[in-house]
C-alpha cells in the first residue's frame, strides 16, 4: 500500500508540484485548497489520491479535510503545508485585512494542519512534517514585512514542533525557497522578463543581491528537496530549514 501525504495548498505552484513529486515517490496524496477545479485536475492528472476543498484558515475544515482523508486512503504519514498566500505593501502602511489574511493563511493555516497531523502521529510514533517557508523570513525585503513575518512565525513554530515531537519519532522542517516560477511570484512583476532579471541579477534600489546560481527556481526544485526530506534518506534529519534559493540568502 502506498504510503499517505497531506499536502495544503496544492492547487498553487509550489503544492502542485509537490503533489506532483510525491506521487512519483510512491505516495498517495490528500490534496487540499480552496480552488476545487484545479484539485480535480491534479488528481485525475496523478492518479493516486483525493482532492479535498478545505480552506486551512478555518480548523474545523482543516479537521473535516484530514478525517476525510484518512478515512479514503489510509493513515497519515506526511504533512506539506504549502498553502500561503502575498499580499505586498509597505511595513508601516499594512492594512488590518492584509496583514490578518496572510496571517490566517501563512501561520494559522500551519497551525491548524499541524494540530490535526500530530494529533495523528503521536499515537503511531511516526510521521513527517514539512512546512514550506520562504527565504523573505530571514532576509529584509521591501514591500513584504507582513509576508515576510507570517512566514517567519510559521518557521519558527514547526522547528518548535520539531523539538517536542521528535520523542515520538516524528521529524519536522521547513523548506525555504527564493524566487520561484509560480503564479504568486509573476504577480509581483509588472513585466515578467524585467522581473526574472532583476531576480537572477540583483536589484540595487531595492537593496537586493541577485541569485548567484543565476536562475529563477523551477516549482519542481522546492519539490524535489520536500520529496528527499520525506524519505528515509533524511531518517536523521529534523528541526532544519532548508534554503532553496540558488544562493540569494547569502
Known amino acids: 500500500m502506498r504510503p499517505v501525504a ?7 505552484g509550489i503544492g502542485g508540484a509537490v503533489v506532483r513529486a510525491l506521487t512519483l515517490a510512491g505516495w498517495q496524496v490528500a490534496a487540499l485548497d480552496k480552488n476545487a477545479a484545479v484539485l480535480d485536475k491534479l488528481v485525475a492528472d496523478t492518479g493516486h489520491g483525493v482532492g479535498l476543498t478545505c480552506d486551512v484558515s478555518d480548523r474545523a475544515q482543516v479537521r473535516v479535510a484530514f478525517a476525510s482523508a484518512e478515512a479514503g486512503l489510509g493513515p497519515t504519514g506526511l504533512l506539506v503545508n504549502c498553502a500561503g498566500i502575498l499580499r505586498p505593501g509597505a511595513a508601516h502602511e499594512v492594512t488590518d485585512a492584509d496583514w490578518d489574511a496572510m496571517f490566517a493563511v501563512n501561520t494559522t493555516g500551519v497551525l491548524n494542519a499541524c494540530r490535526e497531523a500530530a494529533a495523528l502521529m503521536v499515537p503511531r510514533r511516526s510521521g513527517v512534517i514539512i512546512t514550506i517557508g520562504s527565504n523573505a523570513a530571514r532576509v529584509p525585503r521591501l514591500q513584504l514585512a507582513a509576508y515576510a513575518a507570517s512566514k517567519a512565525a510559521a518557521v519558527q513554530y514547526t522547528r518548535c514542533l520539531g523539538l517536542e515531537l521528535a520523542q515520538y519519532g516524528i521529524r519536522c522542517n521547513v523548506v525555504s525557497p527564493g524566487s520561484t516560477d509560480t503564479p504568486m511570484q509573476r504577480d509581483l512583476w509588472d513585466d515578467a522578463d524585467a522581473g526574472a532579471r532583476a531576480a537572477v541579477h540583483g536589484c540595487p534600489d531595492a537593496f537586493r543581491l541577485g541569485i548567484p546560481l543565476g536562475r529563477i527556481a523551477a516549482p ?3 519539490a524535489d528537496a520536500v520529496v528527499f526530506l520525506a524519505s528515509d534518506q533524511a ?16
Open 6 to 12: 497531506v499536502v495544503t495548498g496544492a492547487a498553487g
Open 235 to 250: 531518517r536523521h534529519i529534523t528541526l532544519q530549514d532548508l534554503y532553496v534559493d540558488g544562493g540569494a540568502s547569502l
Open 220 to 222: 519542481g526544485d522546492v
